[in-house]
């Protein structure tokens, strides 16, 4: 079997000849035995290499530097310093393998929940099969809001539209025919009888034959010769933004620290092993792999309520967004509706009508419609079937047409203000919009249903009888309320966007909490009359949008965006991807169509605003461990570039070697930042502002909070170090200092635990914050004792009494109190503040 070419050339009787398929499908064992001869349907299987995961850690500016420094020890006869150094850097790299290749394998496994699938007919029966076990020769059965993963032959089709935005950049639907044969030479752009892959239908339904998969698809051809680095996400930009000034500043200080030791006229040697300290101790190399594994173990964490993520970087959006742009329907309500109010012009007409529109049975109103009188199946058999236009999200109106008593009549259902454009009965208007607003003032969905003569495959105006309305009721989620309210407290806002009327749209509004008196409803209507600055001024006071069309929610959003929100949109429908699209973080719901799940960043198994609130909060606290990680990496590097830096100005020998520094950030940083990511939220985390994706990570505070923990220790390390050369030798000094900055460093990885409130503000929530910090203390004390003890010949380190501990003890309790007085002068100066405002 060989590989499809100019499929939309060639009828569907020499394709299906071609593929060795049928009506039927495959089986399961043919199918298995096409996807060994053309792979699984991905452009590149995404496979775990353990060898380059390992020599990937060694791929870095550091360890560079570190294999200079061991070169360095190596001419100048310090052949225990290079085999000990270069021991480090394995052990470092063995560390950074261990996490990645977990961070990988939790990744993979997240992308195998949220992977898009598509119903095929396997066995002769219909069934949804994950997009990867797609085979050419499968039969796909199509539907509105089918993402398509594959590229298909139509075989047949009804009203069948399809979005090819992402292949051709024309945003227009473009409507497909299954009839046609085509010439081979004929453009991507006029292929009618095909459905790419990368596409979604927008409206209609049919059938289709997989012809190709995989790498062997058009968008893939594309992908392969536009091949583009992936965006740098928010954290990655603040990690930029501060290297920038970070390595300006180390650059500096290097070249004052390599000057300074040149003119004190130390040995060039020298000079060098101490610019390798000063290094090795400023980059904190773990930073980038921890904030990676911080984020996949967070997006672990929301897996397991509810929150299955797309995209690992959105973990760290979720944090900064201000403002949730969300569905009503099954999202603010239950998504369920029954007919509660039906007001008739003539009834008989009306319930026909509702029937024979019955599009499918998984849309809510047709679920309501069925149950209410259950004669669909009767009324078809008895007027049969001539024509159907389907549901158009930019109209909201679908159509039928039945041959009725030897007549051709259509029947239409859909929104009120649109049936009214068509309508000839204008004498009944009167009745008909007062009971549609009691209707939507009640907070029902209302719906208009009409009947008229059929002619030429078109609707004329005029030509349409309204016949009734039906009000529909959908109730709101109970849990709703309090996730409304917990939004604004975080200071986000909530805005509805409907395509219901006003009226229905602010009554579920305010039952729930998202309108109040003197807010505004705007409408797509009045959204057309605005210019872009005057819908900014709009959206200042709106917090309900109705009769929205999918170029309207796509308009709210983007402005949103220009005017510095962060915006989280909910979607499920076909009419939501353009929002979904561009939104800084789109959120499909689990129930919801495939092309709405396929350009989202998270699908939330539970079609619910409080679980869209809840990820926020969890995202707040997977930021503020992030933010955590990174205060407690650069604090405890920069203690250690003063406390060098200071000593060599000084005038004093190299305080600690190169091999010690590393050692130190193996059982510190090595060991205790694997604990962050378990830390729970530091008090309520919905009581504040949200934070911008800029200072999420690297505001003024954070620099502050880094500046005065590394100064004021360093110089109290330096202090210290001076202080021990007065009464011990050189060398038993150095092995003291070594333990002081590792006791020292897990203290404050203690205090890390908590950005502002004091340790002893709440004992208790300091030590149950994350129990996991101590154990990872533990794994550093086992591992520091045995370089003191038994690897002196390796670490240059003494034995030390009982009574040489007091000394690292004392350095520790004076680390523990220099960040717990910061804490109390930072929660002084806020009660302050505030006391003065008022």
């Known amino acids: 079997m060989h590989i499809l070419k100019d499929s939309h050339s060639k009828s569907i009787k020499e394709i299906m000849e071609s ?63 290079c085999i000990v150094i270069f021991s480090l850097i394995l052990i470092n790299s063995f560390i950074g393998f261990w996490q990645e290749v977990k961070a990988e394998v939790s990744i993979k496994s997240l992308e195998k929940l949220t992977e898009s699938k598509m119903y095929v007919v396997r066995d002769g029966e219909g069934v949804f099969l994950p997009s990867s076990e797609i085979v050419p020769g499968d039969i796909v059965i199509l539907e509105e809001g089918s993402a398509i993963s594959a590229d298909l032959r139509l075989s047949s089709g009804n009203n ?51 012809v190709n998969t995989g790498k062997n698809t058009y968008l893939a051809t594309i992908v392969e ?18 290297a920038k000034y970070y390595s300006a500043f180390l650059i500096i200080l290097f070249i004052l620290v390599g000057a300074y030791g040149y003119f004190q006229k130390r040995d060039i040697v020298d000079v060098s092993y101490i610019l390798i300290a000063e290094l090795v101790s400023a980059v904190p190399e773990g930073l980038p792999i921890v904030v990676t594994v911080v984020m996949v173990i967070g997006a672990i964490a929301l897996s397991k309520k509810k929150t299955l993520v797309r995209q690992l970087f959105s973990v ?26 039906v007001f008739f012009i003539d009834k008989d007409r009306l319930e026909l009508t509702a029937h024979l529109c019955i599009e499918s049975k998984k849309d809510p109103i047709d679920q309501a419609l069925w149950q209410w009188k259950k004669s669909e199946d009767i009324f078809l058999k008895k007027y049969p079937k001539i024509w159907g236009l389907a549901f158009d999200p930019k109209t909201r109106l679908m159509a039928t047409a039945h041959i009725l008593d030897g007549n051709k009549k259509v029947f239409v259902k859909g929104a009120f203000e649109e049936l009214k454009k068509l309508a000839g009965n204008q004498k009944d208007f009167f009745q008909l919009e007062k009971n549609m607003e009691e209707m939507s003032l009640e907070g029902l969905r209302v719906i208009a249903f009409g009947v008229g003569d059929f002619k030429d495959q078109k609707i004329e105006r005029g030509s349409i009888d309204i016949v009734g309305i039906i009000g529909f009721l959908d109730p709101p989620k109970e849990s709703v309320k309090s996730a409304v309210f917990n939004a ?26 998202i309108y109040k008196e003197g807010d505004k409803v705007l409408t797509g209507e009045q959204i057309d009359k605005l210019s872009d600055q005057d819908l900014f001024f709009e959206l200042k006071k709106t917090t309900v949008l109705a009769r929205i069309l999918p170029e309207h929610k796509y308009r709210i959003v983007k402005n949103f965006q220009q005017n510095k929100e962060i915006v989280v949109v909910s979607g499920d429908g076909v009419n939501d991807v353009p929002a979904l699209k561009i939104a800084d973080l789109s959120i499909a719901m689990g129930g919801g169509t495939e092309a709405a799940k396929s350009v989202s960043k998270m699908i939330i198994t539970d079609n619910n605003l409080k679980v869209i609130i809840s990820a926020i909060k969890n995202g707040r606290v997977i930021a503020d461990n992030i933010r955590k990680v990174i205060y407690y990496l650069l604090s405890s590097s920069l203690q250690e570039i003063v406390f060098i830096s200071l000593a060599i100005f000084s005038g004093f020998p190299l305080p600690l070697t190169p091999i010690q520094i590393l050692w130190i950030n193996i059982v510190t940083d090595g060991v205790q930042d694997k604990a962050f990511p378990f830390a729970k939220g530091e008090g309520d ?61 897990w203290l404050n990885g203690i205090q890390s635990q908590k950005e502002k409130e004091p340790f002893f503000k709440n004992i208790k929530k300091s030590i149950t914050i994350n129990p996991y910090i101590f154990f990872s203390i533990s794994i550093g004390i086992v591992l520091q004792l045995f370089a003191v003890y038994l690897g002196g010949k390796w670490f240059y380190t003494h034995h030390m009494s009982l009574a040489d501990w007091k000394y690292p003890l004392i350095v520790s309790i004076i680390t523990f109190f220099v960040v717990e007085i910061r804490k109390w002068i930072e929660v002084l100066f806020k009660k302050g503040k505030k006391k003065w405002m008022i």
């Open 19 to 81: 593929l060795k398929t049928s009506e039927k499908g495959l089986s399961t064992m043919e199918a298995k035995k096409r996807e060994k001869i053309f792979g699984p349907n991905i452009f590149k299987e995404k496979k775990i290499s353990y060898i380059n995961i390992f020599f990937r850690q060694f791929a870095n500016i550091l360890v560079y530097i570190l294999l200079v420094a061991s070169l360095i020890a190596l001419f100048s006869g310090k052949w225990v310093d």
């Open 316 to 341: 760290e959006t979720l944090g900064s967004a201000t403002v949730v742009a969300s569905d009503k329907t099954g999202t603010i309500t239950e998504g369920k509706l029954k007919v509660k109010k």
């Open 488 to 513: 604004k407290k975080a200071k986000i806002r909530v805005i509805m966007i409907t395509g219901d009327h006003p009226l229905t749209a602010k009554t579920v509004a305010k039952e729930v909490g």
């Open 225 to 242: 010769k536009a091949k583009e680095p992936a965006p740098d996400s928010p954290l990655s930009q603040a990690i930029k933004f501060f």
């Open 685 to 745: 985390v919905m009581k504040r502002f949200p934070r911008k994706p800029r200072k999420q990570f690297f505001d003024l505070n954070q620099i502050y909070r880094v500046g005065f923990y590394g100064l004021i220790m360093g110089f109290i390390s330096f202090e210290f170090f001076r202080y021990l050369l007065k009464i011990y030798s050189y060398e038993m000094s150095v092995t003291i200092i070594f333990s002081s900055m590792a006791v020292s460093q």
């Open 160 to 210: 069948l539209c399809v979005d090819e935005s992402l292949l051709t950049g024309e945003s227009i639907p473009i409507e497909k025919d299954h009839r046609v044969v085509l010439k081979k030479n004929t453009s991507i752009f006029f292929q009618k009888n095909m459905v790419f892959s990368g596409t979604h239908v927008i409206r209609g339904s049919g059938e289709a034959i997989v």
